[in-house]
């Protein structure tokens, strides 16, 4: 956002949710309908799964490689989900948020303590399932092996129990209503009096300057 030429540096939004809440579907939707806000692209060890494209979903990197990008501190944060390794850019990031971009992350509840820590301001929010019932449902209409199935539902649970850590909880029962909490959050957050205060002092300067040029003794009079 422009202050009479000043750039208000972006905000970083962090998402975290277990596997099979619709974290991916949600992000794409907010994506398309709130502007200024940007996904991050993380790196990953992982192979990719169909339909994801490199560079657009993820940065899918060997191990050896994501390795080196970590001694060189490279990431701004790291972690090792279900046997693969994620992390996040710190310069690609830093890029987007100079430029007054605001960055959604997508990452785990490791990811997202190591941000907190790091990145003052950001914002946290989990994705809650309505429930292990309806998670187990949405991982097996993907196709999810039974012993990844335990072992994610299980993974589900610990990240569960650490939500309350995060600014915002949202539940996603109802794709359209998640979404539309998700926009509010952002939209809210952009308003926080912290983050306007350079725009707030540029229009009280207007006002100041206005007031002098209409003093009494500033007047031109009528002809």
Same mark, same amino acid.
């Given at each position: 956002?422009?202050?009479?030429?000043?750039?208000?540096?972006?905000?970083v939004? %962090? @998402?975290?949710?277990?596997?099979?809440? =619709?974290?991916?579907? /949600?992000? !794409? +939707? #907010?994506? *398309? &309908?709130?502007?200024?806000?940007?996904?991050?692209?993380?790196?990953?060890?992982?192979?990719?799964?169909?339909?994801?494209?490199d560079?657009?979903?993820?940065?899918?990197?060997?191990?050896?490689r994501?390795?080196?990008?970590?001694?060189?501190?490279?990431?701004?944060?790291?972690a090792?989900v279900?046997?693969?390794?994620?992390?996040?850019?710190?310069?690609?990031?830093?890029r987007?948020?100079?430029?007054?971009?605001?960055?959604?992350?997508?990452?785990?509840?490791?990811?997202?303590?190591?941000?907190?820590?790091r990145?003052?301001?950001? %914002? @946290?929010v989990?994705?809650?399932?309505? =429930?292990?019932?309806? /998670?187990? !449902? +949405? #991982?097996? *209409? &993907?196709?999810?092996?039974?012993?990844?199935?335990?072992?994610?539902?299980?993974?589900?649970?610990?990240?569960?129990?650490?939500?309350?850590?995060?600014?915002?909880l949202?539940?996603?029962?109802?794709?359209?209503?998640?979404?539309?909490?998700?926009?509010?959050?952002?939209?809210?957050?952009?308003?926080?009096?912290?983050?306007?205060r350079?725009?707030?002092?540029?229009?009280?300067?207007?006002?100041?300057?206005?007031?002098?040029?209409?003093?009494?003794?500033?007047?031109?009079?009528?002809?």
């Amino acid at each position: 956002m422009s202050e009479k030429g000043r750039i208000r540096r972006g905000i970083v939004f %962090v @998402l975290s949710a277990p596997s099979g809440t =619709g974290k991916t579907t /949600l992000t !794409r +939707r #907010l994506l *398309r &309908r709130v502007p200024g806000i940007r996904f991050s692209v993380s790196c990953t060890t992982r192979s990719p799964r169909p339909g994801e494209r490199d560079g657009a979903d993820y940065h899918f990197v060997s191990p050896s490689r994501f390795a080196c990008l970590r001694k060189r501190g490279e990431f701004l944060e790291h972690a090792e989900v279900d046997g693969a390794a994620y992390g996040t850019s710190r310069r690609r990031l830093e890029r987007h948020l100079e430029r007054g971009e605001d960055v959604l992350l997508d990452i785990d509840t490791q990811g997202a303590a190591q941000v907190r820590r790091r990145m003052r301001g950001s %914002v @946290l929010v989990f994705l809650l399932p309505p =429930g292990p019932v309806a /998670l187990r !449902r +949405r #991982l097996q *209409r &993907r196709g999810t092996d039974p012993a990844v199935l335990a072992r994610r539902l299980g993974l589900a649970l610990r990240e569960i129990t650490r939500c309350g850590r995060y600014d915002y909880l949202v539940l996603n029962d109802r794709l359209e209503r998640a979404c539309r909490d998700l926009e509010a959050i952002i939209r809210a957050e952009r308003s926080r009096t912290r983050r306007q205060r350079g725009e707030a002092t540029a229009i009280q300067q207007m006002f100041r300057a206005e007031a002098r040029r209409s003093a009494p003794g500033n007047r031109r009079s009528d002809p």
